[in-house]
Nanobody, 117 residues
Framework: QVQLVESGGGLVQPGGSLRLSCAAS????????MGWYRQAPGQQRELVAR???????NYADAVKGRFTISRDNAKNTVYLQMNSLKPEDTAVYYC???????????WGQGTQVTVSS
């Protein structure tokens, strides 16, 4: 079974930092594009950041310069370092694994990030 398990979410003040982790199992991790998405209340789910199997990076304009995605293939884990957090970053953050075809796409259950004073 494919499992993506997120951790690291929580409550943080504006300007603070959090690091999210996503541990994957049931996939050949090194072959997958890994990504983070988020969904705020009343909003559509949106791409936050993506990293390919070769290490190419993509970021949403709203987070570029503040967030960093990385992966550790030895640990089958992808990370999202979030700095200079803003209230607008408040959302449920989801881990995504994409093997290149629809049947090889998986999602985690999500982790809540709340940025508030």
């Amino acid at each position: 079974q494919v499992q993506l398990v997120e951790s690291g979410g929580g409550l943080v003040q504006p300007g603070g930092s959090l690091r999210l982790s996503c541990a994957a199992s049931g996939i050949i991790f090194r072959f997958y594009v890994m990504g983070w998405y988020r969904q705020a209340p009343g909003q559509q789910r949106e791409l936050v950041a993506r990293i390919t199997s070769g290490g190419k990076l993509n970021y949403a304009d709203a987070v570029k310069g503040r967030f960093t995605i990385s992966r550790d293939n030895a640990k089958n884990t992808v990370y999202l370092q979030m700095n200079s957090l803003k209230p607008e970053d408040t959302a449920v953050y989801y881990c995504n694994a994409d093997g290149g075809i629809p049947t090889l796409v998986s999602w985690g259950q999500g982790t809540q990030v709340t940025v508030s004073s």
